[in-house]
């Protein structure tokens, strides 16, 4: 499987369309992730990992989602006190246009931005559930580290507790297809930086 760098295992967590199809872009029939649901004033019905993972959209008016770049730019500027605005402002287009164009779509039921974390966009790891939460905790608590992770966008009315007791799956989902009973879904991103994870909700 070819790697993407803000998306684990998209054969599993997002999954391609049923059967081969003709890529848009090469042509040849394999299997594709669904183009139909991208973003942008162009469109292709189809894309192959290849294809998407080396930069074919780049000259396409298409996206697969949108970056929070506004709070990407405001790290890059806090890391690097220095550097001047237009090299801030050089690189949080080059992160952006990468992420955007070049990683599998995340089926969502909302429209949010992709979280950032230590000056770059966040890695898609999976869906969240306690065994996850605990296995990423390691020696510590699940549910703090649930807490811990939640983005700053998400944390205005938030009950972490209550989430943990009532939303949270008991058991891990393994792909995107046990993700689709869930009326709930916990999406964690990974830093490609750091071992923080960030978490993001949303419900049906
Ligand atoms: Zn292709």
């Known amino acids: 499987m070819t790697n993407f760098k803000y998306f684990e295992r998209p054969d599993q967590l997002t999954g391609f369309i049923d059967e081969e199809t003709t890529c848009d872009i090469c042509q040849k029939i394999k299997p594709c992730f669904d183009a139909e649901t991208f973003y942008g004033a162009d469109s292709i019905s189809a894309i192959c990992p290849e294809c998407l993972a080396s930069g074919a959209l780049y000259s396409k008016d298409i996206f697969t989602c949108e970056g929070d770049s506004k709070a990407l730019g405001k790290q890059i500027k806090s890391l690097n006190p220095a550097m001047p605005d237009e090299t801030v402002e050089q690189l949080l287009l080059q992160k952006t246009a990468e992420l955007e164009k070049t990683t599998p779509h995340l089926v969502t039921w909302q429209d949010w931005r992709w979280p950032c974390a230590d000056g770059d966009y966040c890695t898609f790891i999976g869906f969240g559930s306690k065994p996850l939460y605990n296995r990423l905790a390691k020696n510590l608590d699940g549910l703090e580290y649930f807490k811990n992770s939640i983005y700053y966008t998400m944390k205005d009315g938030a009950d972490p507790d209550q989430l943990w007791a009532e939303a949270i799956p008991d058991k891990e989902i393994p792909d995107y297809a046990a993700s689709s009973v ?16 960030i978490t993001i909700w949303d419900c049906a």
């Not at 869930?182 to 964690?188: P, R």
């Not at 991103?189 to 071992?195: E, G, I, R, T, V």
Request: charged share 20%; proline share 0%; glycine share 0%.
């Open 182 to 197: 869930f009326l709930t879904l916990f999406y964690v991103f990974k830093s490609l930086h750091s071992d923080d994870i």
